[in-house]
């Protein structure tokens, strides 16, 4: 929708504020590099009333949301905010900082955002405020502008266009008065159903923190870390190299014992029962006391420890049996419970867990004791906190019952009340940390079980009396072998000092020298962005890379096509960064993505800024030449300090973001030296990185300049894409793709072969200057979809005329421009053909079906170009066929099509007219486009 659309929209409803769009910037962004959601907001008359005007506002606002008040803002000191407010600000403003402290107070730590005014548009405003995970973002935008309106007087209130924040987001219904706790509620319930677990929020941070990328793949905890071909994935503490079989053996509790006793390490005996009988039998064999366990359980369910009695093994085998259809009857060693964390053979931490249990008081009861316990803001759901909630249940029962206590019994001071006797985290117990003071042995028989079994990451169950002395002479060792082991107990421990896990984790995926991102070149400009991105893609398969790589003709990882649409927004560039098979990506950026949800990475190798040309103009906020040059230097503004971008010194705006650009600035350029603009020049003396032409014959030279030489690459007419060196525009291309490459390192002598052999073959190049002389007349088959792109191909058929009889164009715009551009694209074929048949666009979008062809025949005979020269024909594959049937021996026919598969093969197809067949279809053409 363009913006005039939008400002219609906004004066029709009845609301005082109106949601326009909603937008969630994953990457590198117009407004920044963290991740933040966007809402378009239109005040309305709202506008006329900053915060200082409303009565109450200010004051209602920070009784419900006090933490307002440490907001430092604009200001950078806490109650910068509050003199906002009293000062007076807009509302959009104030929506933005309700959404940061509501997740704040959901227990989600963010405190950055942004409030734009929409240039030219007053009441429009752009609100940015920082996420981790989208859903909850979106959901505190829309509680937020809930609240904030709520607050509002009565004849001011209401929002328009709500759902379009709230779409596919579970939230609280408006009310009045806002209920903050429910909301906080919501965002809470929603930031625990989405948010990375302890261990592999761990793993993320630790990949971070050392500049490793991280996508998350499921809404669980599925990740993978790195690009292309040097990506783990892991979900937990399972990682891409855990063996499947390694996983399986330790679930079964029975098969793992047997390997690690016939390894020679210290197991417990146990037996496997299917039966109350054959457990009651097997714990007569073992002896009182005894445990019982699912044969495949984990995180602790289903285990009973120290049964005494056939009585207790009786519920203790039913406890079992809820988790499993086989139950394991072991002996009881008495001891402390130790977790042991191996990865990579290597010992990293000891935890020792200390049973969920309360310390009287002599007043409070056993059930207010564990209200007051779980009371502890440590303490939380599952596995969100550093310690889990103690739950009441039969286990909590029958340990109460077995010292004689109820819930109700009242401990005296001082005494320990053991509500279970297993001290999982998961269950409520806590953990101290004793990594210092393991035994050498009996880390030793930990190392050796990790590896008996196969884990890369384990988690040993080990029971001794104290971990400090060897088991050997104290008795004790292992009781279970865990794949999948928590970090919770290592990272923030109860007591003792934390443990960084995750840090021999990416240790051992990611040694140390070993690379987690291929290189990223990405590229945009408003025309020649998907040629260059295939000259750039030959030149690195000619030095011997698997590249992948996204035009908008589709998805490739080499020849292979993998999605056929078009593929220049982050969507498909994370396909490509997600394909293990890739050791180079080459991304054709458009502004359109950037707009919608910024770059698909955080930062690129090498980024390449063509050129800045009317196009796209009053769409997205986007009016000026200046805006689109704001939008596309985020590509370049991406670039690592260690990578390289690529200015046109030719075009002022884009030579312009070399204030902004990351990395070495590269520049190429089409004019000769004694016309090269002032910042070229003083680049190329300094001994910076440059490429430019030399006037000369089949299009000059292309010359190389480094560290203050100058290094002659090709003759531009050797590159066949250039027509022999008439295609200028294919020059320039090729000199882009040159620069990226050489920056990168790529020898000259791969990078002038691969250019020597790059055509403008539909196979190589499909779209962009495909030439076919199959009919008796040429045809040329190009994506100018606009002025710019037009005027390029012009000074193609222009260099071509003299060897041809007359031109004949189809000439379309898309239907999202500007009329003043559709006029301009007739103007501009009027200078370049002999005959003009005007086409539209199949989805025309928004246009009324004629209207495109209507503002292109105004702008042709504006121009003087003759009517009866002139044909507007609505169809693509119509308009088409007239062209070729209108075209005689010795005629150049140029198409420039939307569907360009669709219109090669039309093409290729097509079977000339006889006699006066083509006068006929001319007219009916004619006829039928106009009606």
Known sequence: MTMPQMAQRSTTVSGCMR??????????????????????????????????????????????????????????????????????????????????????????????????????????????????????????????????????????????????????????????????????????????????????????QEAERRGIPVLRLDDNSLVQLGYGKYQQRLRASITGRTSNIAVETASDKDLTKKLLDEAGLPVPRGIVTRTLE???????????????????????????????????????????????????????????????????????????????????????????????????????????????????????????????????????????????????????????????????????????????????????????????????????????????????????????????????????LFPRGTPSRVPIFAITGTNGKSTTARMLTHILRKSGLVVGYTTTSGVYVNDERIGKWDASGPASARMILRDPRVEAAVLETARGGILREGLAFDSCDVGAALNVQADHLGLKGVETLDDLAWVKSVVVEAVRRSGFSILNADDELTAAMARRAGGRIVYFSLKGRADWPAPLREHILAGGLAVTREPGAHGGDIILHEDGERLPLMNAGDIPATLGGAAEFNIQNAMAAAAMAFAHGVPMLVIRAALASFTTSFQQNPGRLNVYDGHGFRVILDYAHNPAGLCALGGVVRRLRPGYGQSIGMVNIPGDRRDEDMREMGAIAAGIFDVIVFREDPARRGRQPGEIVKYLREGALAAGFPAERIHCVLEEDDAANLCLTLARPGDLVVLTPTDVEAMWRQMLAFRPATGGEAEILAAQAQAAGMA
């Open 278 to 508: 054959e457990a009651l039998e097997a714990a007569q064999r073992l002896g009182f006391p005894v445990v019982t366990k699912p044969l495949d359980g984990n995180h602790g369910r289903g285990v009973s420890l120290g049964l005494m009695t056939p009585e207790q093994l009786a519920w203790g085998f039913e406890q079992a049996r809820r988790h499993g259809r086989q139950v394991i009857v072991e002996q009881y060693w008495q001891g402390r419970d130790y977790r042991i964390l191996v990865v990579n053979g290597e010992v990293v931490a000891v935890a020792e867990r200390v049973p969920a249990q309360v310390v009287g008081n002599g007043v409070h009861s056993i059930r207010e004791l564990i209200d007051i316990v779980n009371a502890d803001p440590r303490r939380g759901e599952g596995h969100e906190k550093v310690m889990t909630r103690i739950k009441v249940d039969d286990h909590v029962l029958d340990m109460l019952g077995r010292a004689g206590l109820t819930l109700d019994s009242v401990p005296a001071s001082g005494i320990c009340v053991r509500l279970r006797s297993t001290g999982n985290l998961s269950t409520g117990g806590t953990a101290i940390d004793r990594t210092d003071v393991i035994h050498p042995d009996n880390a030793s028989i930990a190392q050796r079980a990790a590896q008996t079994i196969g884990l890369d990451v384990a988690g040993i169950d080990f029971v001794a009396p104290d971990i400090a002395f060897s088991v050997h002479e104290t008795g004790g060792g292992i009781i279970e072998v865990n794949a999948a082991p928590g970090f919770r107990m290592h990272l923030e421990p109860s007591e003792g000092p934390a443990r960084n896990v995750a840090r021999p984790v990416l240790d051992m």
């Open 19 to 204: 949601v326009i769009e909603t937008g969630v910037y994953r990457g590198p962004h117009v407004y920044g590099d963290l991740p933040m959601i966007r809402i378009m907001l239109d005040l309305g008359p709202l506008e006329l009333h900053p915060t200082n005007t409303l009565p109450d506002f200010n004051q209602r606002l920070l009784t419900l949301l006090p933490g307002l008040a440490q907001h430092g803002c604009s200001y950078g000191r806490p109650g910068g905010f509050v003199h906002r407010l009293e000062d007076g600000t807009w509302l959009g403003h104030v929506v933005e900082h309700v959404a940061i402290e509501l997740q704040s107070l959901a227990g989600v730590c963010v405190t950055r955002g942004k409030t734009r005014s929409v240039k030219g548009f007053p009441g429009y405003y752009n609100i940015l405020f920082h996420y981790h995970d989208e859903r909850v973002g979106l959901l505190a935008g829309r509680l937020a502008l809930q609240l904030v309106n709520s607050l509002l007087p009565q004849m001011l209130r209401g929002i328009e266009g709500l759902g379009v924040v709230g779409k596919g987001i579970d939230g609280p219904a408006l009310a009045e008065p806002f209920d903050l706790n429910a909301a906080v509620e919501a965002l809470r319930r929603l930031h625990e159903r989405t948010a990375l677990g302890p261990t592999t929020r761990a793993l993320v």
